[in-house]
């Protein structure tokens, strides 16, 4: 069930980004690092615009999986297609029928099962026309606080935490934040404290996402380091692979102390920027021993 919806990066320059809470009826486990594949519905307005000129009732009865259910509600779990003249004339159960189911969408975990509740961190996915994504708009937007929440767990064992307690060096941007919040959480309560987080976004005065709780374990000592990356708060823009390379030398002294890395974030620009960062300070026999050590782990998308 859909419990808590905050918005994270009020009057931002970029889109909107919530920090969401869901709860179960009974307790469910999952490692920090962990997936979640959440099936979106369709909103009631892309469902009434659909259907106009069809013919049909939103209250028709039909069948899906062997039950019963109004149109509309059928129709919130089908891929709505844009051009419909080769669905005109067909009754409502041929027309649910005739449509693709709507697929999962993929988003990591930000919390940990002892919190209580599963989070995420999502950002507000817009189309070109202002519409907003399938996913990002039934979770932030169009679930209202109570709706029931389709998903499933993911195991993610690529991206779990190292069996011994190594020191960690977590880079993101954005909402790869999530990831590494679920790391974190992990870490600190099992009093792990040489945890160092490279964090980018647009503007501090905005966009610095969990602010209160970063700064927290920073003042607590559960956060040994954060370096800060805000692009667009100064003329020439900072990205996390910029503090990574001002950072090379504590990199290579941490690395040295056995440290892992893990990044989460953005495939395009922040990962593959980071990625140079360490080839180039490192060399690339260094990180692919890294890689094959599995002290070099990434979650990006």
Known sequence: TLTQRTLLNRDSSGSDVYLLGLTAT?????QA??????????????????L????????????????????????????????????VGLHAQALVDALVPL????????????????ELIVRQERH???????????????????????LRLRRNSGFHLPEA?????????????????????????DGQQRNWLLF?????????LCQDELQGWLASGDLALLDLAFSRDQEEKIYVQDRLRESADVLRKWLADGAAIYVCGSLQGMAAGVDKALVDILGSDAVERLIEQGRYRRDVY
């Open 52 to 87: 106009e000129g069809l013919g049909l009732a939103n209250s028709e009865g039909v069948l899906v999986d062997g039950m019963a259910h109004p149109l509309d509600q059928a129709l919130a779990t089908r891929q709505l297609p844009t051009h419909r003249a080769h669905l």
């Open 200 to 208: 980018g976004e647009r503007n501090i005065a905005h966009d610095f």
């Open 26 to 30: 009974s307790p469910q486990t999952w």
């Open 103 to 118: 697929g999962m969408r993929e988003y990591s975990i930000a919390s940990i099962a002892s919190d209580g509740v599963l």
């Open 33 to 50: 690092g962990d997936l979640v594949e959440v099936l979106p519905r369709n909103c009631p307005w892309a469902i009434e615009h659909f």
């Open 128 to 150: 070109p026309d202002g519409s907003l994504g399938l996913g990002s708009g039934w979770l932030t937007e169009y679930a209202a606080i109570g709706t029931a929440i389709s």
């Open 165 to 189: 307690p190594v020191p960690l060096i977590l880079l993101g941007n954005g909402t790869g934040l999530a990831g590494l919040r679920s790391l974190l959480k992990a870490r600190v309560a």
